[in-house]
């Protein structure tokens, strides 16, 4: 990536990027973080928006796959999660912007936590993790397989592990 190439893509003079950012390494850094937040903001609200009530393992899924991979699908959905990895990636390379991307997914831990216990099942934060990461790794592989719908993939394999990872949660659910 190149400043040229990202004023080229915005619309904007070769200046705007050059003037606002030193180096293209900020510029990454705040390209990461905005989307990040916006990815967040935008979990955050669909969570709260969740009523509160015992769901089974596929309707579960169902919610889960809603927030974490995208509730359309389509070449917009996949483009949208190859930007996700990508910034993965793109963290691990580059030091810097490792704290924005582990801000980034400890706010995601805690939405996904939050729809989980919205969803009548009991919740440990270090098993969300072990959730995310196996839809993640679920929907990276449904990408690299032109047969495989990553929605479908994260779906069975949530069904698959969800008993396990959030059981129910035997107190009565609070409305």
Do not use: K, W
Not at 43 to 56: D, K, P, Y
Not at 94 to 100: E, T
């Amino acid at each position: 990536m190149r400043h040229r190439a990202v004023a080229r893509r915005a619309g904007l003079p070769l200046a705007s990027t050059t003037y606002y950012f030193s180096c293209l390494d900020d510029l990454i850094a705040s390209a990461v973080s905005h989307v990040g937040m916006l990815e967040v903001a935008q979990l955050r609200a669909r969570v709260a928006g969740l009523s509160r009530r015992r769901r089974g393992p596929e309707t579960t899924a169902d919610v889960l796959v809603d927030l974490l991979v995208g509730d359309e699908s389509g070449p917009r959905l996949t483009e949208q999660l190859i930007s996700r990895y990508e910034r993965y990636i793109a963290c691990a390379r580059l030091p810097a912007l490792r704290d924005i991307q582990r801000r980034n997914l400890r706010q995601r831990v805690d939405a996904v936590a939050e729809a989980i216990e919205r969803s009548g099942r009991s919740v440990r934060l270090e098993l969300v993790s072990a959730l995310i990461c196996a839809v993640d790794g679920a929907v990276v592989s449904a990408l690299v397989d032109d047969q495989q719908n990553a929605r479908d993939v994260a779906r069975a394999t949530v069904i698959d592990i969800i008993d396990v990872l959030a059981p129910f949660d035997q107190r009565p659910v609070q409305i």
